[in-house]
């Protein structure tokens, strides 16, 4: 029986390491998602759906851009559908290269994003209508965005991951500080300061940890998957 490529020894130990390195380098490939696809719909989703928002609803009730008061809202809303979309076709394909505790962690997370969501976004239905315009926007997107800068630092805990802890506490504090700063200037805040933030993150992450998209070329002839 004639050997193939592969079953021929390699030829030093600094082979073995090379080999070892890019197998390991394929694995991440296959099972660790690139991190602007995990950040940067979002990014691109607050930059654009909380910039309309101040552009229309700006403080004291200033409209920097006359525009329809549901294009902004509306806008705010597809964003978040398409990013949460984007994100989650790109966590599921992770995970279903994986099994065991992980995966299972992963899908409960999801869960609790999407029960979280959904729970407080009927719970602001009740309410928001009792209070005026301005305080009922502010409600739901700084109840909103503070929830995101929890299940953040709470995935941040789940996986040992400081840098995801660090984005769910960013996240926290702006939502504070635009709170407190009033409507308009929230959604201005969370635009810059919250999408810019998570572009900015998702960038040096990739920088941080190269994401390989292509297979590592051959080594010595010897085929890698």
Partial sequence: MEPTDDDQPLSSPAD?????????ANLVRDIVPDPRLMYWPWGFAWL????????RFGPDGRVYVDMP???????LALA???????TGAVGARSALQTR?????QGIMYGLTWSIAFSGMSILFAQF???????????LWAGGLVA????????????????RLFILGAWTSVINVVGVLAGPGWHSLIVAIAGGGGMLLFGFLVRLRFPHPTTPPP???GLKTR
């Fill in 16 to 24: 073995s390491l090379a080999l070892i390195a890019r197998e390991r």
């Fill in 48 to 55: 654009l759906g909380f910039g309309l928002m101040f552009l």
């Fill in 69 to 75: 008061q549901w294009l902004p809202l509306t806008v």
């Fill in 80 to 86: 978040f559908i398409a990013a949460g979309v984007i």
């Fill in 100 to 104: 065991g505790p992980s995966s299972r």
């Fill in 128 to 138: 928001g209508d009792l209070l005026p315009d301005d305080k009922a926007g502010l």
């Fill in 147 to 162: 929830l995101t800068g929890a299940l953040h630092m709470a995935g941040g805990a789940i996986w040992n991951d400081r």
């Fill in 218 to 220: 051959p080594l010595n």
